[in-house]
Every structure is written in C-alpha cells, then in structure tokens.
C-alpha cells in the first residue's frame, strides 16, 4: 500500500464520523501524489503526512449564558490548533448550528494551505461554535461571546493564535469578544482580526475575502484568453464573502444575476442591486424573499437552483457542499466557462472532478477566497506597527497577493505535468512551503 492510501486509511479509522474532515484530507492527499511519491522515503521516515493530519492540539469546551427570559442555554465551543510551522495559527470562528468537531478540522486543515499559499507567516487553525446568532438579541449575542472567550482566551494570543470572522461572526461578535479578552487578560493586543476600524481594525477587511475571489478569478480568465468584463456570473449566498463578489465584479464590468440564503435564490436578469442586498442583509438582517419590494422583475425561488441559470462563470459563496454533481452538469451544460470557489470546499469532489473533465477552469477555495485570511495577516502587521494603513494601499497588497497566488499555483502545476490542474497547483504550492518548515524544525 502506498504512503498516501495507508495515511487516508488511518485518518479514517482514528477520526470516525467526521466527514467533512476525510473529504479535506483526500482530496489534499490524492492531489499531492506525485511530490509525495518523489519524496516517500523520506516522508514516510519522518512520518510527515501522520504530522500533517494530525492537529498540534483540539480544544472542546462549555459555553454557558443566560437568554432574555432569564434562562440559561449551554453551547459547545471548540479551538482547532492545527498547523504552526511557518507562523501563529490562524484561522476563523464560525457560529452556525451546524458546528461540530469534524466540520472545524476540516476547516482548519485546509487553512494550513490557505494560508500558506498568501505567502505571508501564518499557520493553520480554526475554531468555533454550535451556537445561532440569527434570532438573538444584542444583549444575547455579547452573553454568548462573554461566555465563550472566557474560555477560548486560556489558549490564544497575538504570537500563538489569532482567530478571525467566519460564518455568524461578523464585527459585532468580534468586538464582543475583544472587550472580554481585554478584560480578563489586561492586554491590548491584536489578539482577534477584523476589528473594528476605532479599535485595530484593517480598511478593506470587510470586503476582502469577496474582493480577492474577483481579483484571482480575473487573473485566471486572462491567463486562459478571456475577458470578465461582460460576463454572466452567477453567485450563491448574501453574506459578507457573495456582498464583496458581487460589488466588485461589478465594478469589473460584469453582471451578477443571483444569490441566495439558507431559505431561497433570486433571480435578477437586469443584475442584482448591490444597495438594496446591503440593505436587507446588512442593515435590516432579513431574509432575501424582501429582495422583490426593491426588484419587483426579480424572480424568488425556495430552495435551491442558482446552478441552473445560465453564466459564463459560477461563484459559490456560500457553505461547504453546496455545489453537487448534478449542479456541475447543468452548468456544464449552459456553456460556464470558470468555477471559483469563494466559500471553504463548497464544490463536492464527483462535482470538482466532473467540472475539471469538462474544462471548466476550477479555482479551489483555499486558493480563490484567501483574500480574507491574507488581509487579516495585513490586519496582525498593522497592529504590530501600531499603524493604519489606507483603503488603497490595504486593498493594492490584497490584488497583489491574490495574482500572486494563481501564478504560484499555476507554476506547481505544470511542474508536476498537471498544466490547468489548479486544485492539484493549490495544494502542491501550500504542501511544500509547510512541509519544508516541518522538516527544518525536526520532529515537533
């Protein structure tokens, strides 16, 4: 048995019940191949993969906090240090229902990549919790966040752990559990990213992670011979990553005809209005069936269907899975030329593969939505300056780490004979930067 089948094999054993987290690791695996099989005997030695997989450690605690009513609720949070080899863990928290273990090591194991290929010093981490922000009161959600960093603050801190926004933690969760950090430790350190602008926050933090998904898939088409401008995109989700898509492929010159929430999809041939999504989803924090008081010719859909409008390019942005097979065929069949992800492996592996054999230019998440992560390192190096840089020069930084990646990863993917393989390029370029710094730091 190989190194990589007998590596796949144990994961599975040792990590029962965690699907998501296979799923990563396969498909991480499975394209490292050929740099593996070139090094296997020293890998194997070294026991590098079984390293790789294995997170440096996993927090799982109680978070308990008291409702409006009086009652108290109890949610489970946990903290996924995975990889620190080239830099203090980094990664977001994500406060959705569907949290678990396996969900947050999956997440943290592709940020080992992610933030590796940005370039910049970061390691892999990830963390989060069971709890639901939608529905919750102010006062509920800053009791919750209270709660929660009161614990996670034993084990984090600006040069070992840095966490971040993800799903269901936006600026008001982060300020939250910043004021409570600061409180019980009596420091002042840029401890959490995407901060608030008053208080160590980055300009163009915000819309980076959706700014960074345009500026890759831009460089992507030009390196294959096309133009975004005039395009036909597609787009799933209305959080903060498909709000950014959205305003900068317009600004690109291209036409965004949908998005989604958990509920439905619109659908607005004339282009979706940027101001009036804001508004709903920003402002008022509602659901996108208001979206036709502003478009009355916009069409709502329950459900699920936004891979079925025709486009020349698909951006999910959304949640992990959420583009199948069947999806990877209607867009194949409706003439898309390009797939980049903005959301963490949103594409299922039949449907990644389904688009590779078709042509499709596929950018996989840990390459295509790293314009986050990479702006919050931006965010750790202002706060360790005590400087603020300007929107200009955040988001000049942000497009050139952006084209930077698809380049390095279109290089490692010609290295290894895989030219337009750019899942396979992804992986190889973030693999042998982290895997260099384990092998120099023997056997930690």
């Known amino acids: 048995m190989s190194y990589v089948d007998e590596v796949l094999e144990r994961v599975v054993a040792k990590n029962p019940a965690e699907p998501e987290f296979h799923q990563a690791v ?3 695996l499975e394209s490292l191949r050929p740099v593996i099989e070139a090094n296997e005997e020293r890998y194997r030695k070294e026991a590098l993969l079984e390293r790789l997989v294995e997170p440096d450690r996993q927090f799982k605690f109680r978070v308990p906090w008291v409702d409006d009513k009086g009652q108290v609720q109890v949610n489970t949070g946990y903290r996924v240090q995975f990889n620190n080899s080239i830099g203090p863990y980094k990664g977001g928290l994500r406060l959705h229902p569907s949290v678990n273990l396996g969900i947050i090591k999956f997440l943290g194991f592709e940020q080992i990549f992610k933030n590796s290929l940005t370039g910049l010093p970061i390691g892999g981490g990830k963390g989060g919790s069971d709890f639901d922000p939608k529905g919750k009161s102010d006062r509920e ?14 084990y984090i801190g600006a040069d ?14 982060i300020g939250d559990m910043f004021g409570q950090y600061k409180r019980i430790k009596g420091l002042y350190e840029g ?3 995407g901060k608030g602008l008053t208080y160590g926050g980055s300009l163009v933090r915000t819309e980076a992670t959706g700014y960074g998904l345009l500026y890759l898939t831009e460089e992507m088409l030009k390196c294959n011979g096309h133009d975004i401008a005039g395009k036909t995109i597609v787009v799933s989700g209305s959080g903060n990553v498909a709000i950014y898509a959205i305003e900068k492929a317009q600004q690109m010159g291209a036409k965004v005809v949908t998005c989604s929430d958990s509920n439905g999809w619109v659908y607005d ?5 940027l101001a009036a999504l804001k508004e709903i989803k920003e402002v008022k924090r509602a659901r996108l069936t208001e979206y036709k008081n502003y478009r009355p010719n916009s069409e709502y859909h329950e459900g699920r269907g936004v891979w079925t409008v025709k486009c020349d390019v698909a951006l999910p942005c959304a949640t ?4 199948f097979l069947e999806d990877a065929q209607a867009l194949v069949a409706n003439g898309c030329i390009a797939v980049a992800e903005g959301a963490n492996m949103p594409t299922t592996m039949d449907a990644t593969e389904y688009l590779q054999k078709n042509g499709i230019l ?15 390192a931006l965010e750790m190096s202002q706060n360790s300056e005590r400087l603020s840089w300007s929107f200009e020069e955040v988001d000049s930084k942000l497009k050139g780490i952006m084209v930077n990646i698809f380049h390095n990863l279109d290089d490692a993917a010609k290295r290894y004979g895989k030219a337009g393989d750019y899942v396979a390029g992804a992986n190889i370029a973030g693999f042998e930067k982290v895997a260099e710094a384990m092998l120099a730091q023997g056997v930690a």
């Open 26 to 28: 396969k498909e991480v």
């Open 141 to 154: 959600v800053m009791a919750f966040c209270q709660s929660f960093m009161t614990e996670l603050c034993k």
């Open 160 to 173: 070992t752990d840095v966490p971040a926004g993800d799903i269901g933690t936006g600026a008001r969760e």
């Open 191 to 193: 401890v959490l990213t």
């Open 269 to 273: 041939p004339e282009g979706i209005d």
């Open 320 to 323: 992990q899975n959420e583009l």
């Open 362 to 376: 596929f950018a996989p998440g840990k390459a295509a939505n790293a314009g986050g992560v990479a702006t919050s």
